[in-house]
């Protein structure tokens, strides 16, 4: 069963942007956010809401991401915006539940060159 089913990514150029939509299951999550891997690298947090509504940002991302949910706090939205080669990475959508069981996406790959 596909908890988390993630869309949006693509090849974009420098200055542009995209936006990541990861739709979950139903209304029973605590945390939701992204995090993403570039080539060689481990993976990082880049957003993250919890229920309440607060955000928190990698300090990289900070001014130029913001991650949202839908009203019914089952799909979870990164807009990027300012994108820069070094944000190049697949990105993962993240989810916790109530129950404490962590969930991610397939993934999805962000290319941002010219």
């Known amino acids: 069963q596909v908890q988390l089913a993630e869309s949006g990514g693509g090849l974009v150029q420098p200055g542009g942007s995209l936006r990541l939509s990861c739709a979950g299951s139903k209304n029973w999550y605590t945390i939701m956010g992204w995090y993403r891997q570039a080539p060689g690298k481990e993976r990082e947090l880049v957003a993250q809401?919890?229920?309440?509504?607060?955000?928190t940002y990698a300090d990289s991302v900070k001014g130029r991401f913001t991650v949202s949910t839908d009203s019914n706090k089952i799909t979870v939205y990164l807009q990027m915006n300012s994108l820069k080669p070094e944000d190049t990475a697949v990105y993962y959508c993240?989810?916790?539940?109530?129950?404490?069981?962590?969930?991610w996406g397939q993934g999805t790959q962000v290319i941002v060159s010219s």
């Open positions: 809401i919890i229920r309440d509504g607060t955000a």
């Open positions: 993240y989810a916790r539940t109530v129950l404490r069981n962590d969930y």
